[in-house]
């Protein structure tokens, strides 16, 4: 029989509760009452909480670590989500940059996937807000790294806020990578107006813009217009996404690159 996580205390609980709704997506509130044996009031302080540190979304009946419209997941669902397609986008990526020059990349989770690729080719400028891509990429023998401030954030450990976007506003570099949430074929979109400003700014601040999108991204919509797919040169899609969804995108943009999943 499968044991349950017992209820101890109640910052252990939380944490174990966070934990199994990322490996789930989506739980019940009575799935959770049962699993963790408490009472479903305690579930619900216990979300309220989680909710609060951006962990987990409630809904009614329930809780999900899954993105919405209007809510971006937490960035520790999002690194264990699409691995094989972010890893797929990364290694065109990697193919798209030239030893010498310059990138700039954003805090998503694919362009972390990215990052762990730069050290093929180096010697290389790399700029980045993402503090857990700092961490990698310090280390890393031919690379000069500048990292972007700003107001640090949790929640995709990162920094944010004005202080980055004037930091952003200050280069130039060869090559900007960055990801959305959403992508229709008309625009890139993201939930939170802090990322979308951030997302911008380096947009500007690029000769060549990349859109690394894996396909769950497809065919979507957010809270916030990041930018028209036309800012864009190249746009990176893994094998996984619809033929029809490509077509819409080509149809539109003329660069859309598509990078091969490497089956399990």
Do not use: W
């Amino acid at each position: 029989m499968k044991s349950r996580p017992r209820a101890a205390g109640g910052a252990s609980r939380r944490q174990a509760m966070a934990e199994h709704v990322m490996r789930q997506g989506s739980v019940s509130m009575t799935e959770l009452a049962e699993i963790f044996e408490v009472s479903v009031m305690t579930v619900h302080r216990d979300l309220d909480l989680l909710e609060s540190q951006g962990m987990v979304r409630k809904f009614r009946g329930g809780a999900s670590a899954q993105a919405s419209s209007v809510f971006e997941s937490n960035i520790a669902y999002r690194k264990t989500a699409q691995t094989a397609e972010k890893e797929a986008i990364a290694r065109h990526v990697v193919g798209l940059i030239e030893p010498g020059s310059s990138v700039m990349f954003d805090d998503s989770t694919t362009a972390l996937a990215v990052a762990r690729h730069l050290g093929e080719v180096t010697p290389l400028t790399v700029v980045t807000n993402f503090l857990e891509a700092i961490r990698l990429l310090a280390p890393v023998p031919g690379i000069r790294l500048m990292a972007l401030g700003g107001e640090y954030y949790p929640t995709h450990d990162s920094f944010l806020g004005v202080a980055c976007v004037d930091a952003v506003e200050a280069m130039n570099t060869d090559t900007v990578v960055v990801s959305t949430s959403a992508v229709s074929d008309r625009h890139a979109f993201h939930q939170e107006q802090e990322i979308v400003l951030v997302k911008r700014a380096m947009l500007a601040s690029g000769t060549r813009c990349v859109l690394a999108v894996d396909h769950t991204k497809l065919d979507r919509v957010a809270l916030h217009r990041v930018a028209p797919l036309e800012a864009f040169d190249i746009i990176v899609v893994d094998s996984r996404a619809p033929e029809e969804a490509i077509q819409r995108l080509r149809d539109r943009h003329h660069r859309v690159d598509v990078a091969e999943v490497t089956e399990p």
